[in-house]
Structures are given as structure tokens and as C-alpha cells.
């Protein structure tokens, strides 16, 4: 009923800019928070950053001054703009939408992207 799918991911040098999107569709009336999650290679999954639907931000330390999110409420999206890439930051993107609504009547339920990669390489 509810999809989330991701785009922007590649392979790029460090230093280098990405810019991820994810967008959920169906019947939704309200999705609270959404985010990116990243797991590397033998690494437990990662919260990145996060924006509530009022627009309040939560950033890892690790990206803090270089990743920036943003959502576009109206297109129930949600927007990863990465620069100064680092080596480090190579992992598999998952978005991720928590609180989704579909109807007054049945529970809010959370939902998973498929995983977008980004390479950071020389």
C-alpha cells in the first residue's frame, strides 16, 4: 500500500556532492518523521539525519555542517543533500517514513525504502 522509493545514489569522488530523494506513495494522509538510515558492510544500520513533519532536523555527528535534509510535505518527500563527501560515508541509504497514516481509523505503521548505494571512491 505504501511505497518508498529512493534515487540520487552513485559513485562519486571525495569531496564530492550527492543529492538523495525518497518518495512515498499511496492513499497517505500523514507521515510524521522521516529519514535516512546508512549500513555499511559488516556495520549495524545507522540513523543519518531525520526531519519530523514540522521540520525539526536530528543529524549523526559524523555528518553534522555536510549533509542537510529537507521534505517536501505536500509530495510526502524527503530530500538528503550530501557534501564533502567522505570514504567513510560509502554505505547503502535506506529511507525510512515513521507515523504514516492511511486512515483516521487504523494505526500509524513505519516503512522502509529499498536502499540506495553511495560509493565514495578515487
Known amino acids: 500500500q505504501v511505497q518508498l522509493v529512493e534515487s540520487g545514489g552513485g559513485l562519486v569522488q571525495p569531496g564530492g556532492s550527492l543529492r538523495l530523494s525518497c518518495a512515498a506513495s499511496g492513499r497517505i494522509i500523514r507521515i510524521n518523521d522521516m529519514g535516512w538510515y546508512r549500513q555499511a558492510p559488516g556495520k549495524q544500520r545507522e540513523l543519518v539525519a531525520a526531519?519530523?513533519?514540522?521540520?525539526?532536523?536530528n543529524y549523526a555527528d559524523s555528518v553534522k555542517g555536510r549533509f542537510t535534509i529537507s521534505r517536501d510535505n505536500a509530495k510526502n518527500t524527503v530530500y538528503l543533500q550530501m557534501n564533502s563527501l567522505k570514504p567513510e560515508d560509502t554505505a547503502v541509504y535506506y529511507c525510512n517514513a515513521e507515523g504514516v497514516r492511511l486512515s483516521p481509523f487504523r494505526p500509524a505503521d513505519s516503512y522502509w525504502g529499498q536502499g540506495t548505494q553511495v560509493t565514495v571512491s578515487s
Open positions: 526531519v519530523t513533519s514540522g521540520g525539526s532536523t
